[in-house]
């Protein structure tokens, strides 16, 4: 595979998609199987010799793989760019960094959108329901497929948080550290209404057509957009609303009718337009419905601590914020209690910031700090220069 080209003269990028052959198929938790499968990928970095120096990054809903170099279809910078390059947290002159869209999702990896082998058409809903489980699955695969044996360490946060402890539980083995961020062991009654009020919107849209509209050439970019802008509300604070928008007016005086009047409100579809250009529907219905099948505790018994039996050499950090309610304060306690019961070693810290959940997206030294002082400590006693 040819290396891909730099997006700064910083940052060295690769990956690509990796196919793995119809003999090595995703097993999913459905008892279906998907093959064959493709998973696309970016990394950053170089693996050291000894290959001790790999970073898994997982990414949340509505991310991908590009999380430091230009997204290609939006031509915006990574998701983490942030924390992703020269002297940051995850610094490349140190580690091999690797970020893998996920099974179920659209850009690269197998999803709805994807060719059915079986008839030459996309999957659409035809595509097997996925876990939060398989996503962990199929990235195991990648980093097998890499040559890895020991990641240095899992990273994520929401739903990439969810995938780290997934990882805690079923594959202990192969990590050395894992840092779960703004996430929680299982979704809250809340967290699934509101993920079905976004699925209803899309499935509402005329333009759905049952699933099948790349066939009839047609998107549901209507109710797509009005997913993604309630969705949206849950990732900021009332505060931080309030700071950015407050009641402020779209232009002088009121329009006495239904146009975006108030400069929140034009925020939102903005946030609904541009998500749609880079997003694909159905994808959206099948990673939405694997968080709410979320519950790590589930298959150990419903006590979490039973998850982490076999992750005690794992090194744990959980972070969390103060003004988070979609993934709260105490829904990450209570991965660190589950995580202490079982004898683990964790470190956590509540993050005061009034950002909400997007903090960790965002500019928020503390976080910065934290992340960063964990994964020193950690590379110290794996002996990485």
């Known amino acids: 595979m040819a290396p891909a080209a730099k997006t700064s003269p910083e940052i060295e990028t690769g990956g690509g998609v990796w196919r793995f052959p119809a003999g090595q198929p995703l097993r999913l938790d459905s008892g279906a199987s998907l093959s064959p499968l493709e998973v696309a990928y970016k990394t950053y970095g170089h693996l050291n010799a000894d290959k001790s120096n790999a970073v898994l990054v997982c990414h949340a809903l509505t991310g991908d793989q590009h999380l430091a170099s230009q997204h290609p279809v939006t031509g915006k910078p990574g998701w983490w760019d942030r924390v992703v390059g020269p002297s940051l947290a995850l610094d490349p002159d140190r580690y091999f960094v690797i970020c893998a869209n996920v099974v179920g999702g659209c850009m690269g990896t197998t999803g709805p959108a994807s060719i059915d082998p079986g008839t030459g058409e996309a999957y659409g809903l035809a595509f097997p329901v996925i876990t939060i489980a398989d996503m962990v699955r199929a990235q195991a695969m990648l980093v097998e497929a890499l040559g890895i044996d020991t990641l240095f360490a899992v990273i994520g946060g929401s739903m990439g948080g969810m995938q780290v402890v997934q990882w805690a539980a079923d594959y202990p083995e192969k990590l050395f550290s894992a ?19 976004g699925r209803q919107a ?52 009121l329009s006495w009718g239904f146009d975006a009047d108030f400069q929140v409100e034009s925020y939102l579809r903005h946030q609904g337009a541009s998500f749609v250009d880079r997003f694909d529907a159905n994808s959206y219905l099948y990673i939405t419905r694997a968080m709410d099948y979320f519950d790590l505790a589930g298959p150990h018994g419903g006590v979490l601590a039973n998850a982490f039996i076999k992750a005690r050499k794992v090194k744990f950090c959980v972070l969390s914020f103060t003004s988070d309610w979609l993934y709260p304060t105490v829904e990450n306690r209570a991965i660190v209690r589950a995580l202490n019961a079982a004898g683990c070693r964790a470190s956590f810290a509540d993050i005061v910031s009034d950002k909400g959940h997007d903090a960790f997206l965002l500019d928020e030294p503390v976080f910065d700090q934290a992340l960063r002082g964990f994964l020193a400590a950690q590379a110290q006693a794996r002996g990485l220069s």
């Open 179 to 197: 840092v779960a961020i703004a996430t929680a062991a299982r979704h809250s009654a809340q967290n699934i209404a509101f993920h079905e009020v």
């Open 202 to 253: 899309v499935m509402a849209d005329p333009n759905w057509r049952g699933g099948a509209y790349l066939k009839a050439g047609v998107r549901p970019e209507k109710g797509l957009a009005v997913a993604r802008m309630a969705a949206h509300i849950t990732y900021v604070s009332e505060a931080a609303l309030h700071r950015k928008f407050g009641r402020e007016l779209q232009r002088d005086g």
